[in-house]
């Protein structure tokens, strides 16, 4: 007896229940919120096959399929081949691929299964224009949620998560434990509501009546507040990565779309306006040295902090140049490459 066909709307909400959780539930970082994200990662994969067997319209080759697929199970092979051979650390060196810790690298495969899932999942479910429409104002939505969660936060001195669980340690912002994390959601966030935003401005020429312009026009007063909402998140959240990485992708996306400009002058205008913004922005940056780390009243700790972590990074590559201690060991393994300045537990 063959197992009934799933609707195709059935791996399509579990696609967006998956990425609706995965923030909220604290980024997804802790042990009980991982476990249901890569429940719903692997029944995504088991209802996208259920819903497209002996069907038609299978969508064509993909990126993912020919590259990111592949290389992301070839990666989980070789987790599976160091699972099977344990070592402890202080074990001499060994040809063949092996673990110092086989829980560990039990948890990454499968974590590494998990986005194999999503990875063969998703370009399937997004076949649809509406169901890809869904994804990015999901998307978009998702994150002015998170900002005004964050800036909520912000407002109450970043003292508990939600109002219920209290912050012990690091700089948090919304329900993300590392506000980095955070704003580059956001940053995300604004380049798909942005994306939205214009796209829109097309229907604003093919409005038949008044009444039905002066609509749209309010809803995209409305997506422009929740874009400015969005923005504010990632100034509050005080992440110079983000902050940084938003501008220069905003410069780079908008020199790449001069090239759609139809009239030479243009577009030569316009890409003479993006020059004179690059010293423009290092200007701010020498007034603003904060988004650059370097405060003298205030040292940047993190840099060093990394600095330091890349060091022990490289000493134990040093001992396990070939094959690794094992997928998912770093926090096992690192502890005895620690340098004393580093506060913490490193697990990546």
Not at 67 to 94: C, D, E, M
Not at 220 to 228: R, S
Not at 267 to 289: E, K, M, Q, T
Not at 300 to 325: E, H, I, Q
Request: with cysteine; net charge positive.
């Amino acid at each position: 007896m063959r197992p009934p066909r799933v609707p195709v709307a059935v791996p399509e909400a579990l696609l967006l229940s998956a990425l609706v959780f995965a923030p909220l539930a604290f980024g997804a970082t802790e042990a009980w919120s991982r476990a249901i994200l890569e429940a719903l990662l692997f029944s995504l994969a088991a209802a996208t096959f259920l819903s497209r067997r002996g069907g038609r319209g299978e969508p064509g080759p993909f990126l993912t399929d020919k590259t990111l697929l592949p290389a992301v199970l070839a990666l989980w092979a070789l987790g599976a081949a160091q699972w099977l051979n344990f070592r402890p650390y202080q074990f001499p060196a060994v040809w063949t691929p092996f673990t110092v810790s086989r829980a560990d690298t039990g948890r990454a495969l499968l974590l590494w299964a998990a986005y194999a899932c999503l990875l063969w999942s998703a370009p399937r479910v997004l076949a649809r224009p509406d169901a890809r429409r869904r994804l990015l104002w999901t998307i978009f939505g998702l994150g002015a949620l998170i900002a005004v969660i964050g800036i909520a936060q912000q407002g109450q001195g970043n003292t508990a998560y939600y109002g219920l669980r209290h912050v012990r340690r690091g700089l948090p912002f919304g329900p993300y434990v590392n506000r980095d994390h955070g704003a580059s959601f956001l940053v995300m966030c604004l380049f798909t509501g942005g994306g939205l935003f214009l796209s829109r401005w097309r229907e604003l020429t093919r409005r038949e009546t008044v009444g039905q312009k002066s609509d749209l026009v309010a809803a995209q007063a409305m997506m422009f507040f929740f874009l400015a909402l969005v923005m504010a998140g990632v100034l509050m959240a005080k992440s110079r990565g983000a902050f940084n990485s938003f501008f220069l992708s905003l410069w780079a996306v908008s020199l790449l779309s001069t090239r759609f400009i139809k009239s030479r002058a243009a577009r030569l205008s316009a890409r003479a306006v993006l020059g004179v913004l690059v010293p423009g922005y290092a200007l701010f940056l020498a007034l603003h040295p904060v988004y650059i780390g370097y405060v003298l009243s205030t040292p940047d700790v993190s840099t060093a902090y990394r600095l330091s972590m890349y060091r022990g990074g490289l000493n134990l590559l040093k001992d396990f140049p070939l094959w690794g201690s094992g997928l998912g060991t770093v926090q096992s393994v690192y502890p005895a490459y620690q340098e004393r300045m580093v506060v913490g537990i490193v697990d990546h």
